[in-house]
Every structure is written in structure tokens, then in C-alpha cells.
């Protein structure tokens, strides 16, 4: 061997033709079985192999390939094997000069058949599928990076060697489970280097046939396998590369729209985790599009729960859909938007939530799914319109969606984190009936306005006598902030109001509504708010005092502890001892006489209280030492010379109704205006005033929504909105009671102008007679 070696050094020219003649014995041993022989002509070509790197080489190693071919096509393992390893060697080869006519192709696919191997010895077969895997890595590595040879990228190679791993990886894990060793860490290592390799443009044709693979074999219902193979290509691949791989996995999902939940779950799964490891580059520049396709394929699982059907025009191979699986789809779809919005910037998160919001159908509406998310996707089902069930459950889907959007996000600029165009329709969704609608939206705004992670601390509602002991975080608010409370302070306080009123509410939204409260005095709370918190709170607590109100035992209970705990943490806010004294008063004569307005009696599982002997009646007649005053309240903060608006603090709260109170479905258009004239009668009749701050107050926010509203809203929804007042009863009803008004006023009693047109005469002369005002038609939009 070393003379032989010595030879084809001195004489380069000679390596073909030793090539040759050592290719003919080979062919000629094996044909004869004398497999002794063979061996030597392998170990023989292997060693020229590694020593001679001249130009010649090349006619050499197409001897060389002959040889290891003709090993390949043998039935013999041994010599499968034998050829595969001389092969392996010769990959490892860095060639000098390039090669323009050698092809692998049939070395792909033997070495694929191999890796499939069926052999009856499990020793044998596992030899045999192990050199297949080593054969694949060796063609990959000598092809990948060589521009002249036939590109390996192909989906020709692709489909060949890409299941042959994955077919590996799979057998070897079921062998591992059996305590059996396979060759799953070869297999791994060999696909991971693979995809190392592969540049931009090969992404797509690696990942293809993995995504076949998984929907051939039935392995996206278990999860498992699909989510560990694409552990395997997110943490090998470029990390730049990271969002091609979920638009594929996008992709593939819409394709799979009318496949089993479970199949779509599965999917679902792998993005959920494939988010999670590309962090910031799994989203890519198609942002919205990536949230679209997951909203699509949420409200496609609701019409799927809803209808019974994947396709319900036709009756042909129907399959049974699962409630519970559609439901395990949905949440794992919310889970996943929650991971790609974890992987975004500030600013893009927004613009997520507001798609979102956008997306949300309103209550009484019917949207198909063409409407909902603006697409012609030709997988998506003919579904002409959502019943009530499919808008609240679309609702209650997009918000928890929003809740998972929201969770985490931290911002410097309320302004910019809650716009108009987010927060107007976020407080309207917490008017409706649902009581899980309104705890999903309070959820949301929780998360907004906590920056400083004081959530937790408030998360049960209970007396605290001191909050030193929670270590809260407080900052003092900043401009934004100031502004961001001038603007919409007012409207969150309402909400807050309405929600302690509705009587579906349960303990859940209270210790919400409470944790609102204590946020919004931690994060936002100016002396200006301060003092509209204290307000609130004392409205909410004559709320429970009234007879009018049709609230539960319970609720009116639940407010009353509620606002006894909040006035207990910002009186300690506040640092006015005065004030501090006053609330500790009244709640030790609480713990002494009545605990069931205390949270502590009131916001447990088996609530301490006789329902039997409380009635509203029985709260209006309540102790004024129970009770937490205005007029005290404002009293000792002047005696503390605190510097808070001490007259609007002796103002009582009043909140005022907007047009979006049509979404509660509870207070029409009708009886938002009827408040409104009946506020303008007792001005006309001198009747004392309700409340004159108030409602100046509720004046000046009305006016500002009525030209906002009309700024904002397109065409159509004004006028359906004016057409919608005409049509209701409670309009005619206002003309009795405003003949009234106007018989009372001397101003009105002057003959107004004719509507025909006469000129009315002032000089004695008769003239026709006028229409009087009460009794004008005047046109919808002349009426105010």
C-alpha cells in the first residue's frame, strides 16, 4: 500500500487508470462473493483517496463513486454498509478543483431507501438506517456549499431526505421508550446541520416536506413530535429566517381550516412554541397578517361549534365535530396570540390591539365572516350571518384574546397606550349584559394601567390598617398622565359606577372594580382625581343606600364593603389624619355592628349575612355612624388644610348617560334624552338644582361627545342612528310633558312665525293663525 501510494504521488497521471483497474477487481470480487478482496480494494481506494489531492483526482473519484454504487446496490448489510462509510470519507474531502458532471442523485435516494430499511435482525436494520442517516449527511455536506453541483435544496432531494430523518427521529424515540439505543441523536444532528446550511431562499423547500410529513402519519394530534421537530428547525435555522418558518406554519394552518380540531389544535400548539423561541424575529414584516389568520381561524371554530359542520353546503362527509375539542382549539389559539404579541415592541402592540378592537362585533349586530376579518380566504365557510350566541361567543373569544395582547404591556404615555379609537370601545363592551364580557374588559384595562406591578397586591378586597406593609410602588404622575385623566377620567369613573350597578355582577367583579380603583390612585391619581375617586366612592355607596335601585341583597352589600375598603386605602393615600380618623370610625362601628358591609363578611364563599332580614328598606334606614359623609369628608379636609377642591369634594357624584348606554341594551336613546329634558325642565321652572356642579360637569362631557361623534363617525352610522330615534315611542311621549314646559314659560306664549310662510302683522290687522312651537314637526336632525 505504501509503494502503491508512493506511485500515485510520483505519478499523477496514473491515479484513473489505478482507479480503473481497482474498480474492475471490485466488480469482479463482488460478483464472485469473495467479499475478503473487496475489502481490500475499498480500504485500498480510500487510502489513494486521502493522500492524493492533485488535479487528476476527479477521474479517480468517478472510479471511486463506481465502486461505492456498486456496493450500495448490493443486498449484502455489510457491504451497504462498507460502501456507505467509504463514502462518508470522501465527503469529508475538500476537493481543489470544482467537478462539472458528477451527480448524487442516486446516492439521495438509496441512501433514503436505506434509512427506511426493513430488515428482519433489529441490530442489522438499525446498522443499515444509521449508515443511510451518515450517507444523507455526507451528500448534504458535499453538496450543499457547491454552486456547480445539482442544487440538494430541490423538492426532488427534499422529499427524499427530510422524511427520511423525521421518519428516524420518530422509530428511534418509540425504541428509546423500549430502553432500545437508536439512532435518534445521529438523526438529529444530521437534520439540525441541515438546516443550518440552508440559506434564505431553501427555507421554504426544508420545511415543506417536514409539514407533509406530520399530515401523512396523522403526528399533529399528538403534539409531541410535531412540536419537538420544530424546536428542531426554529433553534438550527438563522435567526433572521425565524418568520418564514411561521408563515409557512400560517399557511398550512388555513389549509387544514376544515380539518379535525384536533389537527388544528396541533398546529396551533407548534406555533404557540415556535413564537415563543424566535421571539422578536417570528413575526416579520407582515405583522396584522400573522393576527389575522389567528383571529380568522378563531371565528372559524366558533362557526364550526355553532353550525355542526365543517361545511354546511354540503351534506356530503359530514364529519361529527367535537364541542370540547373546538374549545381546546380556541384557547390555544388565544395562548398563541398572546405568545407572537410577547414578541413585539410597544407601538406594534397597540396597533395589534386595535385590530383586534376592530374586530370585536357589536351587540344586535349581524357581521358575517367576510366582514370580520376582510378576507376572501377560500377556506373559509359560507356562514351568512352570526346569531346573538355567535356574537357573544365571537366577543368573548376577541377579548380574551385582548387580555392575552395586554398582559405584560408596559408603557410611559397612557395617551398613546389607551387611545380614543381603543378605549371608547373597550368601556362601551362593559355595558353589556354578559357578566363575562365585562370581567374580561376590566381584566384588560387592569393590565393597561398597572406599571408598576401592583396588581397582585390588590388582587383580594379586604381593611387594610396599614398599606406600608403591600410596599407599593407610586410615582408621581406625569403630564401625559394629567392629560390622559382630564380626558377620559370621567368616563372611567362612569364605568366604574355602572358596573358596581348591574346586578349580574358577582364577587369577581368587584374585587376587579376595586383593583381598578386602587390603580388608577396608584398610577394616575392627581389631587384633582383624588378627590373624583372620593366621589365615586361615595356614590357608589348611596347607590347601595337606594330604594330605586333593583339590586341584590348581595351586590348592595358587595358595594358597601367594596367602598369602605377603597375609602380606607385612599385616606391612607392621602395622608390627611383627619380623614384617616373619620373612615377608621366608621369602620370599627362596622366591625362591631354591622360586618356585613365589610369585605371580610362580604367577599367569601359563604357570604355572613341573613338575607331574610335585610331589604333595601333596611340600608336606607341605615346608622349615619355606618355611613361615610360628604359633608364631613369635605369638612375635615379643610380642618387638614390639605389644598384638595374641598367644594367639589361636597359635590355628590352623579354619572351621566351617553348614547353607548344602547349597547348595555337596558337604557334606550329614548330615556338617555328623557334625563336630558327633565335636567333643562327644572332650569325652566326654577326647581332647585340637582346638582349644579355636576351638572355643568355632564354639560360640557355631553357637548364634547355630540361633536366628537359627529367628527368621527362615517355617514351611515349618523344617519342610521337619527333614523333610529325617529322610529322610537319614548320620542312621542317627551310632547305631552314638553306642552307643559313650554305653557309654563311667558316667553313662549308670543305667536311664533307661521311655518307656510304668512308674515304675521303687528299693527292691528288680522293675520292667520300660527302653528304654536309644541306642535311644529320639525326635521329629526333640527331636533336636539
Known amino acids: 500500500m505504501e509503494k502503491l501510494t508512493f506511485y500515485a504521488l510520483s505519478a499523477p497521471e496514473k491515479l484513473d487508470r489505478i482507479g480503473a483497474y481497482l474498480s474492475e477487481r471490485l466488480s469482479r470480487d463482488v460478483a464472485r462473493h469473495r467479499y475478503g478482496y473487496v475489502c481490500i480494494a475499498m480500504e485500498a481506494l480510500d487510502q489513494l483517496l486521502m493522500a492524493c489531492h492533485c488535479q487528476s483526482i476527479n477521474l479517480f473519484v468517478e472510479s471511486f463513486l463506481k465502486m461505492v454504487r456498486k456496493l450500495l446496490e448490493s443486498d449484502k448489510p455489510n457491504l451497504q454498509i462498507l460502501g456507505t462509510n467509504s463514502f462518508v470519507k470522501f ?6 478543483t470544482p467537478s462539472y458532471h458528477r451527480s448524487y442523485d442516486f446516492f439521495v ?44 435544496w430541490d423538492p426532488q432531494h427534499m422529499d427524499k431526505i ?18 432500545e439505543k437508536g439512532p435518534v441523536e445521529l438523526t ?92 422578536s424575529g417570528s413575526v416579520g414584516p407582515t405583522v396584522l397578517e400573522v393576527f389575522n389568520t389567528l383571529l380568522r381561524q378563531l371565528r372559524l371554530s366558533v362557526d364550526y361549534e355553532l353550525t355542526g359542520s365543517y361545511d354546511p ?36 402592540r397597540s396597533e395589534v390591539m386595535l385590530f383586534i378592537m376592530g374586530k370585536i362585533p357589536v351587540p344586535g349586530t349581524c357581521l358575517n365572516a367576510h366582514t370580520l376579518f376582510c378576507s376572501t380566504h377560500k377556506h373559509t365557510p359560507i356562514t351568512h350571518h352570526l346569531m346573538p350566541e355567535g356574537t357573544r361567543m365571537i366577543q368573548v373569544m376577541l377579548l380574551k384574546s385582548l387580555v392575552q395582547v395586554t398582559a405584560g404591556f408596559q408603557t410611559t404615555n397612557m395617551l398613546t397606550a389607551l387611545p380614543s379609537s381603543f378605549l371608547e370601545p373597550l368601556l362601551s363592551f362593559s355595558l353589556t349584559e354578559d357578566p363575562e364580557v365585562r370581567l374580561l374588559v376590566l381584566t384588560i384595562l387592569l393590565s393597561l394601567i398597572d406599571r408598576h406591578d401592583n396588581r397582585p397586591k390588590f388582587s383580594t378586597i379586604s381593611i387594610i390598617s396599614d398599606i406600608s406593609v403591600l410596599k407599593l410602588k407610586v410615582d408621581k404622575c406625569s403630564r401625559q398622565d394629567n392629560l390622559f385623566m382630564k380626558k377620559h377620567g370621567q368616563q372611567l369613573y362612569r364605568h366604574i359606577y355602572l358596573g358596581c350597578k348591574e346586578q349580574s355582577s358577582g364577587r369577581q367583579h368587584y374585587e376587579t372594580l376595586y383593583t381598578l380603583l386602587a390603580l388608577l390612585s396608584m398610577e394616575l391619581a392627581n389631587e384633582e382625581v383624588v378627590v373624583d375617586l372620593i366621589r365615586l366612592a361615595l356614590a357608589l355607596q348611596d347607590l347601595a343606600l337606594s330604594t330605586d335601585e333593583s339590586l341584590p341583597i348581595y351586590n348592595r352589600c358587595a358595594v358597601h364593603a367594596l367602598a369602605a375598603a377603597y375609602l380606607n386605602l385612599i385616606c391612607q393615600l392621602t395622608t390627611v389624619p383627619a380623614f384617616c380618623q373619620h373612615i377608621h370610625e366608621v369602620i370599627e362601628v362596622r366591625q362591631k ?105 355632564q354639560e360640557r362631557e355631553r357637548r364634547r361627545q355630540v361633536v366628537e361623534k359627529f367628527q368621527k363617525a362615517p355617514f351611515e352610522e349618523i344617519a342610521a342612528h337619527c333614523g333610529a330615534r325617529v322610529q322610537q315611542k319614548d320620542h312621542f311621549l317627551f310632547i305631552p310633558f314638553l306642552n307643559k314646559v313650554f305653557l309654563c314659560s311667558d316667553v313662549l306664549t308670543l305667536p311664533p312665525p307661521s311655518p307656510s310662510g304668512t308674515i304675521s302683522s303687528g299693527y292691528g290687522q288680522s293675520q292667520s293663525r300660527s302653528v304654536p312651537v309644541y306642535e311644529m314637526k320639525f326635521p329629526d336632525l333640527c331636533v336636539y
Not at 162 to 179: A, H, I, K, T, Y
Open 91 to 96: 465527503a469529508n474531502i475538500e476537493e481543489d
Open 109 to 152: 435516494s438509496r441512501f433514503s431507501e436505506m434509512c427506511h430499511s426493513s430488515y428482519e435482525d433489529p441490530d442489522i436494520r438499525t446498522k443499515i438506517r444509521m449508515a443511510g442517516i451518515k450517507g444523507l449527511q455526507g451528500v448534504v455536506r458535499k453538496t450543499v456549499n457547491d454552486e456547480l453541483q445539482a442544487n440538494i
Open 162 to 179: 427530510v422524511p427520511s430523518l423525521l421518519f428516524n427521529l420518530q422509530c428511534g424515540e418509540d425504541r428509546e421508550r423500549m430502553g
Open 188 to 279: 438529529e444532528r444530521c437534520f439540525r446541520e441541515l438546516l443550518g446550511r440552508a440559506a434564505y431562499g431553501n427555507i421554504k423547500n426544508a420545511v415543506t416536506p417536514v409539514l407533509m410529513h406530520l399530515d401523512n402519519h396523522s403526528l399533529w394530534e399528538g403534539k409531541v413530535f410535531a412540536v419537538r421537530c420544530f424546536k428542531i428547525i426554529m433553534y438550527s435555522i438563522q435567526s433572521q429566517h425565524s418568520h418564514l418558518v411561521i408563515q409557512q406554519l400560517l399557511g398550512h394552518l388555513d389549509a387544514n381550516s376544515k380539518n379535525s380540531a384536533t389537527v388544528r389544535a396541533g398546529i396551533v400548539e407548534v406555533l404557540l412554541e415556535a413564537a415563543a423561541i424566535a421571539a
Open 313 to 348: 353546503t354540503s351534506n356530503i362527509g359530514i364529519k361529527i365535530i367535537k364541542t370540547h375539542e373546538e374549545r381546546q382549539l380556541q384557547e390555544a389559539v388565544i395562548r398563541t396570540i398572546g405568545s407572537f404579541a410577547n414578541t413585539l415592541p410597544t407601538y406594534q
Open 593 to 697: 355592628e354591622s360586618p356585613y358591609l365589610l369585605p371580610e363578611d362580604v367577599f367569601i364563599d359563604n357570604p355572613k349575612y341573613v338575607p331574610t332580614t335585610l331589604t333595601p328598606l333596611f340600608f336606607l334606614n341605615l346608622d349615619t355612624v355606618l355611613l361615610f359623609t360628604h359633608v364631613l369628608a369635605s369638612y375635615i379636609f379643610v380642618l387638614g388644610g390639605s389644598g384638595y377642591n374641598t367644594e367639589r369634594l361636597a359635590t355628590p357624584y352623579v354619572p351621566q348617560y351617553t348614547d353607548e348606554d344602547r349597547l348595555s341594551k337596558r337604557k334606550s336613546i329614548g330615556e338617555t334624552i328623557s334625563l336630558q329634558v327633565e335636567v333643562d325642565v327644572r332650569r325652566c321652572l326654577c326647581l332647585p338644582p340637582v346638582d349644579s356642579v355636576g351638572m355643568e360637569e
